[in-house]
């Protein structure tokens, strides 16, 4: 389920972070009072210069973290790895005309914080630009078979579904949206890829919804090890 942001989680970050700020000011006060000011400033000094050499670290890691997420998208989305290679690297290199490029894409996805793009939400995006991605809600399904309709689609061919018809026949349609049945129909699903050497795999978005694809089996093993953000079917939970 989707982390909920509460007034009250609100105001307990704010306070504890006045708390804070306020017990560190009051920390560096008695210490600047107490030294020279030879010393204090070499105290400044050594402040400044673990910070600045924090921040880089911090952003040097980010970077390379969100550098990982290229070989991640060309596993994924192979076959448009070119297309996907393009489409990452404009978000690595210049934010702003990432998003002036992608306005129209954007306009839809009311979840992102434009200005905060995170790298799986990235790769989501390219996946809804090239119909590579379907979203489910929680309850399940709005339209009947849409589950196997996407992946045949998506697949560009017919695929067979023994599991998944077995489960359909014994769950009243009345049954069919109570956040369980969806959990045991991907499961279903996920049984009759394997056949096939296929396998679901899904975006970790934080959202009320499931967000998935298909991929090879092989590629989903692979996947797996690679930087955070995707799941299989055995993650699902009722």
């Keep these: 389920m989707k982390f909920k ?8 970050i704010l306070l504890l972070f006045i708390l ?5 000011g009051l920390l560096l006060s008695h210490l600047l ?5 030879k010393w204090a400033a070499v105290l400044l000094a050594v402040i400044f210069i673990f910070a600045f050499i924090y921040d880089a670290i911090e952003k040097r890691k ?12 060309r ?29 129209r894409l954007l306009k839809n996805q009311e979840a992102f914080d434009s200005k905060n793009l995170k790298a799986i939400e990235v790769l989501y995006l390219f996946a809804v630009s090239q119909n590579l991605v379907h979203m489910v809600d929680w309850r399940g399904e709005e339209n009947e078979k849409e589950v ?6 998506l697949i ?11 489960l359909r026949a014994k769950t009243a349609e009345s049954q069919q949206n109570d956040g369980r049945f969806i959990v045991d129909l991907f499961k279903c699903t996920d049984k009759d890829l394997k056949l096939t050497n296929r396998r679901l795999i899904f975006f970790e978005l934080g959202w009320d919804a499931y967000v998935y694809t298909v991929v090879p089996a092989e590629t989903f093993d692979v996947i797996k090890g690679k930087p955070r953000g995707f799941y299989g079917v055995s993650k699902l939970k009722k």
């Design 5 to 12: 942001i509460t007034p009250g989680l609100i105001l307990g």
């Design 20 to 24: 804070v700020s306020c017990g560190f």
């Design 33 to 37: 009072k107490n030294i020279d000011t």
């Design 62 to 73: 980010d970077k390379k973290q969100k550098a990982e997420y290229i070989e991640t998208g």
């Design 75 to 103: 596993l994924l989305f192979a076959g448009y790895e070119d297309e996907f290679t393009d489409f990452y690297n404009l978000y690595l290199d210049s934010k702003r005309k990432f998003l002036s490029q992608n306005a």
């Design 148 to 153: 196997e309709t996407f992946i045949e689609g």
């Design 156 to 166: 560009k061919q017919m695929q067979s579904w023994p599991n998944v018809s077995k």
